[in-house]
């Protein structure tokens, strides 16, 4: 299939479920192609778990749940090892899937999110003496709650610089909160149905590696990423992951939108996903993260 086709197909797919979330749902296919993780950042009750299972369900990949608790053990993510009889044997933890959401990740103890993200960047477990790959192809997309609430740390910034993405999810419109209703008055158990495989999938990520990135877009990305760390309103800029994730999230974009070429317009909508969480911005300076981040692409110009 075609990936434009298989995406709008899977959109269109999700929409049955879910109203509104169009860009989220976009954003959290890029990740899957890119072969990154994405941090979904949001209240509660905005549908970031039901996505994430109605996305799972349309490529009929695995998918498997972790709910953030201080009292999580790093044993609890990705295993362990247990005797029966006189055999060593090895229990999976739920980080052996192809997609797994991790809700509230910023109540997890210290020790317990850092042995996780490393998990995620090397896409591998070791219990016991044995080391395992984890199934591909693997996706981690990981909720936190933006506001202060009791039992919660910040995510540190070099923690969340593992993650490819953060996607704000927002509140839909009062129209696509009124076409929610009636999604679930008509049919409140509907499971979307599958549209692409999980080895279509890995096709599709081999594919990006295809899609060409014109000198110009290379340029772009480097200039935006530079500027982040010589902004006035900016304490700490983007790291050299930044440049590379503009890269695989832009031919991922460009993909799924039927081009075989990145362009600067894929760069600018991504700015925000991309950068979001690996800059950081002045208290004092009023502007806030995403005001940062348009004022940088307007300084750049085309």
Known sequence: MDPKEAF???????????????????????????????????????????????????????????????????????????????????AKGPIFTNMLLVDELNRMQPKTMSAFLETLAERQVTIGNATLDLPQPFVAYA????????????????????????????????????????????????????????????????????????????????KLVAATRTDIHVIMGASPRADIAFMQCGKARALIHGRQEVSIEDIKELAKPVLSHRIVVRATGGIGVKGVIDGLIATLGK
């Open 8 to 90: 709008e197909a899977i959109r269109s797919e999700v929409a049955k479920e879910i109203a509104g979330n169009e860009e989220t749902i976009e954003l959290m296919f890029i990740a899957l192609l890119a072969n990154g993780h994405a941090l979904l950042e949001g209240v509660p009750g905005v549908a970031k778990t039901t996505m994430a299972k109605a996305l799972a369900d349309t490529i009929k990949a695995d998918f498997k749940r972790i709910q953030g608790t201080p009292d999580l053990e790093p044993r609890d993510i990705v295993g362990y090892t247990y005797i029966d009889g006189n055999e060593v044997k090895i």
């Open 143 to 222: 909720t936190q709650n933006p506001l202060n609430i009791e039992g919660t740390v910040p995510l540190p910034k070099v923690l969340a610089d593992r993650f490819l993405l953060r996607i704000e999810v927002g509140y839909v419109s009062q129209e696509e909160e009124k076409q929610m209703l009636r999604l679930k008055e008509q049919n409140s158990n509907y499971k979307p149905r599958q549209i692409i495989s999980t080895e279509d999938v890995l096709q599709l990520q081999k594919d990006i590696n295809g899609v060409a990135m014109p000198d110009d877009v290379a340029d772009y990305i480097t």
